[in-house]
């Protein structure tokens, strides 16, 4: 999990120990408080702690809400890569809640936090459709329309690769793959020159769901290795036409029903234009 989104949801976690000791405190404090007033509890003592109380709940607030601005901060950053590593960290993270994703949707108030909110929050919400109907399955699938380039159309290349044309929301290549990029080997060995479309589709489909592999891309002048862990060839069947690459009724439906309690919280948040969507997906 990435630094960023580990302090998201460690920010929660810190402002329960946060209240636990401001309660702690309070009753160390209590206890000294009527110890100097040789067991007396008079007004002036509960005024004290009182007051003491009020003030540790806030650091405690503050605690709660930090790791929540800090995701929403590098989702709108002025860098295009800072925005992408928060986008990312929030794709990859597996344990991610409705609830949570709703509480970052009532702190959002920029077109460009909506957009990426509302991206993380289909992925999840298909992913977790995608679990929940179909559990086990022989095939593989890695969940990306995509393209070969073997040196019968590049006669400058060594090897083959795989073109990423649209990876979908809800499967495993929708966390770190982007259109355009190239997938130039997996597990550590290239492709073959001749690399065709259905070779690729059949290598993963001759995998297990569930069976992690590492791929490295190229993407511009950048080159990674990504960890996916793959998912069920029969989920993606169901889930996306074979023909127009767009979700199936059921999907369709469960998303659209996700996205207006997710839209219902957003408030009077501008959208992006088509053009300004275009730049932040690049």
């Not at 329309?145 to 990423?164: L, M, Y």
């Not at 550590?188 to 490295?216: C, H, N, W, Y």
């Not at 439906?253 to 234009?273: C, F, K, N, Q």
Request: hydrophobic share 40%; proline share 4%.
């Amino acid at each position: 999990m990435s630094q960023l989104h580990t302090g998201f949801l460690s920010g929660r976690q810190d402002a329960e120990d946060a209240k636990k000791g401001a309660l702690g405190i309070v009753n160390h404090g209590l206890a000294w408080r009527s110890w100097r007033l040789g067991g007396s509890n008079d007004f002036g003592s509960r005024v004290w702690v009182l007051l003491l109380w009020v003030g540790l709940l806030c650091c405690a607030v503050a605690a709660a809400g930090g790791g929540t601005s800090a995701v929403l901060k590098q989702l709108d950053d002025e860098a295009f890569e800072v925005r992408e590593r928060a986008t990312e960290a929030l794709l990859s993270d597996e344990s991610l809640t409705e609830a949570q994703l709703l509480e970052l949707m009532r702190g959002a108030t920029t077109a460009e936090q909506r957009h990426r909110l509302l991206a993380v929050a289909r992925h999840h919400t298909l992913r977790r459709a995608r679990l929940a109907d179909f559990p086990e399955d022989e095939a593989a699938s890695l969940g990306i329309s995509h393209d070969a380039i073997s040196r019968h159309n590049d006669p400058s290349r060594q090897a083959g690769a795989v073109r990423v044309v649209l990876p979908l929301p809800g499967f495993p290549g929708y966390n770190h793959l982007r259109a355009g990029d190239l997938i130039v080997a997996l597990d550590g060995k290239p492709f073959p020159a001749d690399l065709s479309r259905e070779f690729f589709a059949a290598t993963i489909r001759g995998m297990k769901p569930g069976q992690q592999v590492t791929m490295k891309v190229q993407r511009g002048d950048r080159e990674f290795d990504a960890k996916v862990t793959l998912a069920s060839a029969k989920a993606l069947e169901a889930m996306y036409s074979q023909t127009s690459i767009e979700l199936t009724f059921r999907y369709a439906t469960i998303w659209r029903e996700a996205r207006e309690r997710y839209i219902g919280v957003m408030g009077d948040i501008p959208t992006l234009s088509p053009a300004d969507a275009e730049e932040a997906a690049e």
